[in-house]
């Protein structure tokens, strides 16, 4: 040893003692060896608590107590020192309850000599080097258990251990985060099982390919159940550790790409738009040369005929179409962004006022008109007779959309796009806006029907009934003044296009920073209701991260069923206004008969105008989406500070 020995002699005779301290000095190896003595049960623990010792001799006679219950208590405190146990008998019994009790050895006082003091000292050592050896191996893999544990437990992704027969034997918590489900109820279950359809068989044929290559790593892609009954897609790594002792499964660890789809999916539908684009611009350039000729030579023609010229009818009728001709070219052009635009500092209220005459000769008369412009609203970048002809398209879709009559609102006002919108849609600069926002009472569109809307001669009228270039021309004439378009719709339940348009004073983009939102002082819960999954998901988000509990529900039904089952109050409920089997409007009338004090806040890709007029009564707590994460936190502090419903 680097130091000298430390020896604890503990006997309530200090001849005795003094005596075994000599024989430690004499036995050899330890002759400048530090030994102390305790003459009692309780100097001994006291001197065991003050100082380290690597060997201790313990008398089995301790007055009161005795040498083995010392040892225990000396166990129990965590205290590991080797011990040997003495004493004047030497009973059988004695021995081993002393070797059960932990002690290195035993000795007999009546045969002690300096030799046996000195092999039982050796020994004794030997066994606590030993025993320090295997704490601290055992240490070292509770850690590496604990470290490994807290990884896999606080691991975005989710692992899975399979058996032979694909069933689940282990998941990691995170599948509650992914998933919804709970460890416990899908442990038993079949992998397959919780697969979109489609994708079944595929990870079927991987898995039995796993079972016959041990250790190769295999790669798939999957949709899998989520417990409101969607589906995640995700990436994953098969392995098949069987045959290994420590593992014995087929590992499945899957990583969510729902999201990363889904901005793919985003670029690629910019991608096919900017190809279609290029190639009708490049066709309506070459038919715009050709009708120019065609046109020309007509028109040269007809000077050359008599008013009461046989053919002249026949050149007016081919003059009509090639003007028609040339009208759809325009229309290519500028949904191939290849128009000329003069952009200018332009007033949108001005433009949508200018407009609104000409919008009720047009609309007809069973199609009611309502403008909503906010005051004070900055100058846009843009060319207006384009952004004009932005209004008028958007108008007469709308009136196509509402053939038996209906209500037409034009709204504007200044919007952020922020950070967390953008990261979202994939060619968003994020900023402030002017948006136009146009909404009809109509008959809504479908989701597979809005996917396609600003394609250029998609169409959902009869044939014959339109070219399908309206909305496309919309469509380049927002992206080539620098702006952005998202439509928002329901079935049955009307449309709303909201146009963002870029600033013509750069100056008035620079807004303060906001002041900081006032942390929660309860711990207050809100009722979060709202289908699409992926806005409940960050509406929840936000929320506990500004402190809220958060409790969510995927419809109006399944809300009423957690506000039963919640024992605590609901200070908050923010519903989504369009839902399967029940609205947002009746959800607040149910939960308020029963819980009188919660407050309620509406959320609706519908302006809050639209949604007035439509849904709720003027004056209800309103957000309209897409909202900023601060402007959610923000509206949400309001209403539960303020003093009524």
């Known amino acids: 040893m680097t130091r000298p020995l430390r020896v604890l ?70 205290i590991h020192v080797p011990v040997i146990l003495l004493t004047g008998h030497g009973a059988e019994d004695v021995a081993v309850d002393a070797m059960k009790a932990g002690a290195a050895d035993y000795l007999s006082k009546t045969n ?55 069933r689940i034997t282990y998941t990691t918590p995170s599948i509650t985060r992914q998933f919804g489900w709970r460890p416990e109820q899908v442990i038993g279950s079949v992998l397959v099982d919780l697969l979109h359809a489609e994708d079944r068989r595929p990870v079927a044929q991987k898995l039995s390919a796993a079972l016959g290559r041990p250790g190769d790593r295999m790669m798939t892609e999957a949709r899998i159940r989520h417990l409101d009954g969607t589906y995640r897609s995700m ?19 899957a990583r969510d790409i729902t999201e990363g789809r889904r901005l793919e999916e985003q670029l690629r539908q910019s991608q096919k738009m900017e190809a279609v684009g290029r190639l009708a611009g490049g066709v309506a350039h070459d038919f715009n040369n050709l009708l120019t000729a065609i046109l020309g030579y007509c028109n040269l023609a007809l000077d050359d005929l008599g008013p009461k010229d046989p053919s002249r009818r026949d050149l007016e009728e081919i003059r009509d179409a090639g003007e028609r001709a040339a009208t759809l070219t325009r229309q290519l052009l500028a949904f191939s962004r290849r128009q000329m635009l003069q952009p200018e500092p332009t007033d949108l209220n001005g433009l949508v006022q200018q407009t609104e005459k000409m919008l009720h000769r047009i609309l007809g008369e069973d199609i009611e008109l309502i403008t909503a412009l906010a005051p004070g609203l900055p100058e846009i970048m843009a060319d207006p007779a384009s952004i004009e002809q932005v209004i ?10 509402m053939p038996s009559g209906g209500r037409l609102i034009l709204e504007t006002m200044v919007s952020e796009l922020d950070d967390a919108y953008a990261d979202s849609h994939a060619t968003v600069l994020p900023g402030l806006y002017v948006m136009l926002a146009v909404t009809d009472s109509g008959e809504g569109m479908d989701a597979a029907t809005r996917s396609r809307i600003f394609e250029p001669f998609f169409t959902t009228k009869p044939q014959g009934k339109g070219t399908g270039l309206g909305l496309a021309t919309v469509y380049g004439i927002v992206k080539q003044t620098g702006g952005y378009i998202w439509v928002y719709s329901e079935p049955a339940h009307g449309t709303v296009f909201k146009v963002y348009l870029p600033l013509a004073d750069a100056a008035y983009a620079a807004v303060a920073a906001p ?25 929840a988000e936000v929320l506990s991260r500004q402190g809220f509990e958060v409790i969510d529900a995927q419809d109006g039904v399944e809300a009423l069923r957690v506000a039963h089952s919640f024992a605590g109050p609901i200070h908050l409920l923010l519903t989504d206004i369009v839902m399967p089997h029940m609205n947002g409007r009746d959800l607040a009338e149910k939960l308020i008969a029963v819980r009188p004090d919660t407050k309620v806040l509406f959320m609706s890709g519908y302006t809050d105008h639209a949604v007035v007029h439509r849904e709720l009564s003027a004056g209800a707590p309103f957000l309209q989406k897409p909202f900023t994460p601060d402007a959610l936190a923000r509206k949400v502090r309001t209403l539960l500070d303020g003093a009524a419903h």
């Open 235 to 253: 990436d994953a790594i098969v392995v098949n550790r069987l045959p290994e002792p420590a593992v014995n499964a087929v590992v499945f660890n």
């Open 515 to 539: 002041e900081p939102l006032p942390a929660s002082r309860e711990r207050e819960t809100i009722l979060l209701v709202e289908d699409e999954e992926a806005v409940r998901s960050l509406t």
């Open 112 to 166: 002690l000599t300096v030799e046996t003091i000195g092999r039982a000292m050796r020994h004794a050592i030997a066994l606590g080097i030993g025993e320090q050896q295997k704490r601290a191996a055992e240490r070292a893999l509770r850690s590496s258990e604990e470290r490994f544990r807290a990884l896999v437990e606080n691991s975005w992704e989710v692992l899975l251990l399979l058996d032979v027969e694909g």
């Open 392 to 401: 008028v398209s958007l108008a007469m879709n709308a009136r196509d959309a």
């Open 9 to 78: 002699v503990v006997d309530d005779s200090g001849e005795h003692a003094a005596l075994v301290g000599e024989m430690v000095h004499s036995a050899g190896s330890w002759p400048d060896a530090t030994v102390d003595q305790a003459g009692s049960y309780a100097a001994a623990l006291e001197a065991l608590d003050r100082r380290a010792y690597d060997l201790a001799f313990f008398d089995y006679w301790l007055g009161a107590e005795d040498g083995l219950r010392l040892l225990r208590d000396v166990r129990e405190r965590g």
